[in-house]
């Protein structure tokens, strides 16, 4: 499902990140985890997200005064999603405001991605949203728990991951997921989007992009996504084709100057670099959609 309604968007994604996740984790048989971070992470397990959460936070401990709030005061270094050559430490107090979970397939491994939106003095500072982070873990559980890999995934006010693509399956031993980080402003909602997947226990980035979705005389644009893993004979990963579908709305009777509407498609083709141990793409239809986004801010 898209997002066709720029106001349902927005406040899906502040109901999600306000409270803690209804969905914390599902377990192989599809049942659903409880939210409390006291909880184990599958049934039967004696691992709780507490557990996990203190592999990146190591003094984390429940605050005497509110029981469903946990503290502390330190991590451990923690890539930024803009800058991943940059690690910060956060050193200032650290309260975690609510958490989410998924279970993905890597390399035929099953690992648990944890995020935790968080509050700190010295997160992200500088930007918008000075104080806050959403920071993004991914364990091994068997044999034994492990932190492999932990990002601070948060570009904008609200960030989450993407209901609306939960998993990318890109082949029967992977899986990839959508971070989605947004703000509205006036009729005016800001997207950046980014498709990711784990990679001998580290994150990496498929694809990442802008979208601009609009309301008004003249404006009513929509932005839609989709993903599409495509066979690629004698390669580690597959081809993977991100589309956005770029529709513009006739104006209504209650415009003044009256536009006619159009649909357009971008189409973007990744392939594995084995070598860079990276995706790359050689299409520019992306980048001239972002130009076009760009040319209406």
Known sequence: MNCTSITACAVFLMLTLCSASTEA?????GSLQSPDLKSPVQPGSKTTYFDLLRKVFPDLQTDSTH???SIAHGSVPIRKIDDQRESIVLESDIEIKGFDSRWIKSGGRRLLLLSA??????A???TPYEGEATVLAVFGLEPKIELLDVMDIKSDRFTA?????????????????????????????????ALMFVD????KIISS????NTHGCGAMFTESPSFRALPAIGRKYPKILVTVRLKKNADTDGCDRRTRGYTRYYN????????????ESDSRQLEKLDRFNRARL
């Not at 939106?117 to 010295?122: E, F, G, K, N, P």
């Not at 001998?200 to 994150?203: A, L, S, T």
């Open 209 to 212: 992009f802008f979208l601009f």
């Open 25 to 29: 984790a599902v377990s192989n048989s």
């Open 200 to 203: 001998d226990g580290r994150f």
């Open 117 to 122: 939106d968080l509050s700190a003095d010295d």
């Open 161 to 193: 991951f993407w209901e609306d693509h939960p998993l990318v399956h890109l082949n029967s031993q992977n899986d990839a997921f959508v971070i989605y980080s947004t703000h509205s402003n006036a009729g005016e909602n800001y997207n950046d989007l």
């Open 124 to 126: 992200n500072e500088g």
């Open 67 to 69: 029981d469903d709030a």
């Open 268 to 279: 973007a083709l990744y392939y594995w670099k084995q070598a860079k141990t990276q995706y």
